[in-house]
């Protein structure tokens, strides 16, 4: 065989081995691609059947459906959160954090609205744990999650507002600390010591990397830190959360799998919802609408109250800005506006409750 003969016999052999080299890349580039699809699929079906979903409550707002408000038109949304909290020492769940979402129709705008727990409030008969009913009474909002979980808080917050709540989601304060872990701990800095013995907080001045039962204690803490209320609670639990949020959006957190992953499974493991809120994908929907929000059209809101003047440590609705904020809820119309509109108008004397209130081991 001659020299040109052999050169182009090697010529083909190595387009052969470079075409054999490609395929068998080709194929194990696929194989990791489908690997990493199956993993990623299986990844989804386990943070997915994280959340629970809470047809008890379902059932309960059912067997009072003709005693709720009217759905409102168009594609606006409320939705109750609320933060669910198992107090060993006390022997019962209660629910001392809740916000109500309201998502604009047009998807520009969303109100956060804080209902104090301290709040008098009247209270429908709600069906218990043991299966009695609970007094229909007026007493202090918290109570309704105690006498009967979020169908009696829902049916309260609904009876008070005569807002129709769309969907809900209850978070668990324990899973909340595995979020927390999850991102490494949040950091806040304290201008001087705080120390709670009712929930185990004990913190010096300076910065703190909050992480686990300590996270857990901070956002707890109330009587012993600020004023001792339950507004200066809430004001510390809407900075704690927006340092979280902070945090998850400024590491890189939403852009990296590895780190995402632990935050997702986290955050699902502790969340509770109805049937419409109960999977990644309608999660996504609503996280993805307040993400698109224009800067600003996000506004936080506590009721408008006042100091109970018989009793030091309940708070009764403000009149009439109350009133006018639950009408622009129900209106789709800016909450912050039409309490500035309020605050012009004469004050008004509160109702007298509709139910004799109830003095017990709750409060």
Known sequence: MGVASMSRLHRVRARL??????KYACAGLALLVGLTGVAGWLAYRKIDGNIRTDEATAAALAEHGADRPARHPGT????LLLGSDWRKEQGSERSDTVMLLHLAADRKRAEVLSVPRDLRVDMPSCLKEDGSYSLAQNAQFNWAFQFGGAA??????EKLTGIRIDHHLIVDFK????IVNAVGGVEVDLKKPEHDPNVGLDLSAGKHLLKGETALSYVRAR??????????????????????????????????????????????????????LDSLSELYEVADSLRELPPGALTFT?????????HWYRLDLEQPEARRVF???KKDKPVLAALKKA???PSEENPEPEFEPVHDEYE
Request: with cysteine; charged share 20%; proline share 4%.
């Open 327 to 329: 009408e622009a809820v």
């Open 175 to 178: 899973g909340f600390t595995k």
């Open 223 to 276: 009587q012993y830190v600020g004023d001792g209320s339950d507004l200066n609670r809430i004001n510390r639990q809407q900075d704690f959360v927006n340092r979280l949020v902070g945090k998850i959006r400024g590491d890189g957190t939403l852009t990296n799998p590895a780190r995402l992953y632990p935050v997702l499974d986290a955050a699902t493991s502790a969340l509770t919802a109805d049937s419409g």
């Open 76 to 79: 606006a949304q409320n939705i």
């Open 152 to 157: 009696c808080t829902i049916r309260t917050l």
């Open 302 to 310: 506590t009721l408008p109250h006042h100091q109970a003047p018989d």
């Open 343 to 345: 605050q012009k108008e």
């Open 17 to 22: 081995k470079a075409r054999s080299t490609w």
